[in-house]
């Protein structure tokens, strides 16, 4: 099945600071989503992105298609900005989501 | 917004006993609902597909005489626990895929087996 890579699988930040973090995915895909684990569990869907670039505040993502990442862009972190950020992708032929390891996010006031 | 529950949020049981948990969509019809388990500092592992008017269809390992999945409108999915054993004890979540492709996840149940 489709493999999904994020990095770095930790990252602590102060307060202010930008953020770049990596999906990295072994085929193509028809969809890919990027979403930010609570310390509740809950999962919060941040981007829906297949392919291009959007931006939603100080969040924002790029997805290259055709070289099989995707980047999520954090600027001017918050301490509510903590948590897991997961990417997960559906291959082709697949209608469930392959979800990532995460990357573990600790901003520091 | 697209708005995905699950009930309960919490359970502890008994080994031995069965749990079921409920998984709505309250906004909009989803033909298609996917159930994972989330054990702790892990990411989310998918269990089954779970189809309306059909039988779900479950990944490699997962035993389908032990979570019983049903999915009996375009709202509702229930994922039941049969005989739980402390091995069991997880983070189960679901999600339901709305018309088009992307997904939207329920707030998670936490199950305890004592």
């Known amino acids: 099945g489709i493999q999904v890579e994020q990095s770095p699988p930790d990252l602590i930040l102060q307060e202010g600071a930008n953020s770049t973090l990596r999906c990295n995915f072994s085929?193509?895909?028809?969809?890919l989503q990027w979403f930010h684990q609570n310390p509740w569990g809950q999962l919060i869907n941040l981007f829906y992105?297949?392919?291009g670039t959007k931006q939603n505040g100080r969040l924002s993502a790029t997805t290259v298609a055709t070289e099989r990442y995707s980047l999520l862009y954090i600027s001017s972190s918050q301490t509510t900005d903590s948590g897991v950020y997961f990417c997960?992708?559906?291959?082709?032929?697949?209608?469930?989501?392959?979800f990532g390891s995460g990357t573990r996010l600790q901003v520091q006031p | 917004g697209a708005v995905v529950s699950q009930h309960p949020s919490r359970v502890i049981c008994k080994s031995g006993t069965s749990v079921k948990i409920e998984c709505r969509s309250l906004?909009?019809?989803?033909?298609?609902m996917f159930w994972y388990r989330q054990f702790p500092k892990q990411s989310l592992m998918l269990m089954a597909t779970?189809?309306?008017?059909?039988?779900?269809?479950?990944e490699q390992g997962v035993e389908k005489d032990k979570f019983l999945i049903n999915h009996a409108s375009l709202t509702l999915s229930t994922l039941t626990v049969t005989s739980a054993h402390p091995e069991d004890s997880s983070f189960y979540i679901c999600?339901?895929?709305?018309?088009?492709?992307?997904?939207?996840f329920g707030p998670g149940t936490r199950l305890t087996v004592t």
């Open positions: 085929d193509s895909v028809n969809n």
């Open positions: 779970s189809n309306e008017g059909s039988k779900a269809t479950y």
């Open positions: 906004d909009f019809q989803a033909t298609t």
């Open positions: 999600s339901a895929r709305r018309v088009g492709v992307e997904q939207y």
């Open positions: 997960a992708v559906e291959g082709t032929g697949r209608r469930a989501l392959t």
């Open positions: 992105i297949p392919s």
